[in-house]
């Protein structure tokens, strides 16, 4: 009997998030053991300790969007197309997500989240005005991506829509502008309505 697959991280995080709401969205058998990166145990892990990593039979892979892609391998699922054009879109919006939309709101989330959590001292309001500026830049890129659509490739969830959407995970609690993007605002109640996403909410 195989074993369930292990996304091993703490779920606050976002890119934990990711893989765990779409092995739920995909019905698959999933465990997730809560260790941080400062973690003993995990410096075995991952060198550099970042999570999450993923373990199946024997099996281990880390990085959020390559873990997603892997788990879209072990059933049958529309989150990852695989007519070229379609998966071609998807895998531009993971490399998005990656490359600009993470970094611009992740210092946003460390200065207002993080430090207060672990006792690192005040926001530098600074660091968050400049990259409040970067976020506007991504999210006014994506706002125009969702004009006229639900969904971001398609006509229903994908992968690009898991990445993007679980990054504003903390949006409220971060003090996000999402009143400036009405795409973005009704796109992500569609996202954090999906049943994956319901099942991997987090508890601030």
């Known amino acids: 009997m195989a074993k369930p697959i292990k996304i091993i991280g703490v779920p ?3 890119n934990v998030r990711k893989p765990l709401s779409v092995a739920h969205h995909l019905g698959l058998e999933v465990e997730n053991p809560p260790l941080a990166p400062n973690d003993p145990s995990f410096k075995d892990l991952h060198a550099a300790g970042r999570i999450p990593v993923l373990e199946d039979e024997g099996y281990r892979i880390c990085e959020s969007n390559a873990i997603m892609i ?3 391998s072990k059933t049958k699922n529309d989150l990852y197309p695989e007519e070229a054009r ?4 998807v895998n ?3 490399f998005w997500d990656v490359a ?3 970094p611009a709101y992740q210092p946003i989330q460390f200065e207002r989240l993080v430090k207060g959590m672990l006792g690192l001292g005040e926001t530098d309001e600074a660091v968050v005005e400049a990259a409040l500026q970067r976020f506007a830049r991504e999210a006014a890129y994506l706002e125009g991506a969702l004009a006229g659509k639900s ?11 898991f990445a993007a959407g679980a990054g504003l995970t903390h949006a409220g609690a971060m003090g ?5 993007y009405p795409n973005i605002r009704a ?7 999906l049943d994956g996403f319901k099942k991997t909410q987090v508890k601030m």
Do not use: I, K
């Open 12 to 14: 606050f995080s976002q």
């Open 70 to 72: 892997y788990l879209c």
């Open 86 to 89: 379609a998966r071609g879109l």
């Open 92 to 94: 531009q919006f993971l």
């Open 100 to 102: 600009h939309w993470t």
């Open 151 to 161: 969904w971001l490739v398609g006509d229903g969830a994908t992968l690009a829509d």
């Open 176 to 180: 996000l502008p999402l009143e400036d």
């Open 187 to 193: 796109w992500n109640e569609r996202v954090q309505g």
